[in-house]
């Protein structure tokens, strides 16, 4: 059965996705590229496949000597030098302790810097966040660094893994150390040079009709759906946001989240990816040397340990063993561990509404694939496109 057949019968047929547009480049070459259900220039949220982007702004920067991996995030915000850890108590006697260490940059980079997400749902401090609104797009990247320096860590950077809204903060970061707001410095250093000329924090009125909509399982999803959402038409989804004025990615935010505020098309993340493949360099434009990707892309968690072992059950799922995480990137490190079939040294990541891509410089491949539906653990779609490419290979 070809790849596109079980997509088109396992999931839309049977009403479970709106659609999926995908591509493989494979050896320099663009090998297949499908659109169903959707238009070929459909304008997709990629949520935290914008981590990655960011990511590589950071090691421009790194690259240029502006900045150190080992640098404590304090250097630039310096309310951040006396950070304080969780030690018990709920969201309204909380108590602390002093961080065993100071916040590094490649905490941020990592996951390992004792931050979280309010939609995680699984600790005191995740409803801290919510309460301090910390993520929201109406909230500046400023203010979003001022209100966290008021929260607790999880734990105490290095000491354990957590996703998390590391990567906004790194965005910051890149604003600070460039002294260039994040949209103009992506804009400028990595969209434009390479011609990703759809990708953006918000879709203007001349593009609106080419973004989708956003849809939900909302009995499963923990990020909700607003008390209006309106019937997909689809099995049992509801549509979250879509194309009007008023739409969540219709206007310029406040926060330009560099962990997930990007929207974009599978032919501009086609062109991140086989940027990454040639080793920072695309058409000409070099971004980032070979030896820095390479570097980025080795495990850098405390130890050598793996996502799962890191971050505990609560903090990862039963497939991030074997994972390791690099900088901006998570990497496999063994694939009989995390039983899904891979390359090791196999860079991913993944968005909210089930958009993915992966990037295999031992097989010279990129997978892209990009739909929406939240939550993106609705389906095990990503493991089952893997099983299908590499059968295809």
Not at 234 to 248: M, R, T
Request: net charge negative; hydrophobic share 40%; aromatic share 8%.
């Amino acid at each position: 059965m070809s790849a596109d057949r079980f997509i088109q019968e396992r999931y839309l047929d049977e009403q479970r996705l709106p659609g999926l547009s995908w591509s493989v480049l494979h050896r320099g070459d663009l090998v297949h590229r499908a659109s169903l259900g959707y238009e070929e220039d459909a304008i997709f949220r990629i949520y935290s496949m914008t981590k990655p982007i960011t990511s590589v702004a950071m090691l421009m920067l790194i690259e240029r000597g502006l900045c150190r991996l080992a640098d404590p995030v304090a250097r630039f915000l310096p309310d951040w030098s006396d950070l304080r850890v969780y030690d018990g108590g709920s969201p309204m006697a909380v108590r602390t302790s002093a961080a065993r260490r100071p916040m590094t940059i490649r905490d941020l980079f990592t996951h390992t810097s004792g931050l979280t997400y309010g939609w995680t749902w699984t600790h005191p401090i995740d409803a801290m966040y919510r309460d301090a609104e910390i993520g929201k797009r109406s909230i500046s990247l400023s203010e979003m660094c001022s209100r966290l320096t008021e929260l607790p860590l999880l734990f105490s950077p290095g000491d354990g893994w957590q996703y998390s809204v590391a990567t906004d903060v790194m965005g910051h970061l890149v604003e600070l150390i460039s002294d260039t707001a994040l949209d103009v410095f992506l804009a400028e250093q990595i969209l434009e040079p390479l011609a990703m000329e759809d990708t953006a924090f918000h879709v203007g009125d001349d593009k609106a009709h080419r973004l989708v909509d956003n849809h939900a399982l909302s009995a499963i999803s923990p990020f909700g759906a607003p008390e209006d959402a309106r019937p997909a038409g689809i099995g049992d989804l509801v549509i979250i946001d879509d194309n009007a004025p008023s739409g969540e990615f219709r206007t310029p935010p406040a926060m330009l989240s560099g962990g997930g505020g990007l929207t974009s098309t599978v032919s501009d993340y086609n062109r991140f990816c086989q940027m990454i493949l040639n080793g920072g360099e695309l058409d000409g434009s070099r971004l980032l040397g070979s030896r820095t990707l390479r570097f980025a892309g080795l495990n850098h968690l405390p130890g050598g340990a793996d996502i799962h072992t890191l971050g505990g059950s609560l903090a990862s799922l039963p497939q991030d063993q074997g994972i390791g995480f690099g900088l901006g990137f998570s990497v496999v490190l063994d694939p009989a561990r995390s039983q899904v079939i891979a390359s090791v040294g196999t860079l991913a990541w993944g968005g909210a509404a089930s958009t993915l891509f992966w990037v295999d410089p031992a097989e010279d491949l990129a997978v892209i694939a990009m739909t929406q539906l939240m939550p993106s653990s609705a389906y095990p779609i990503r493991q089952e496109l893997r099983q299908l490419v590499y059968a295809a290979l």
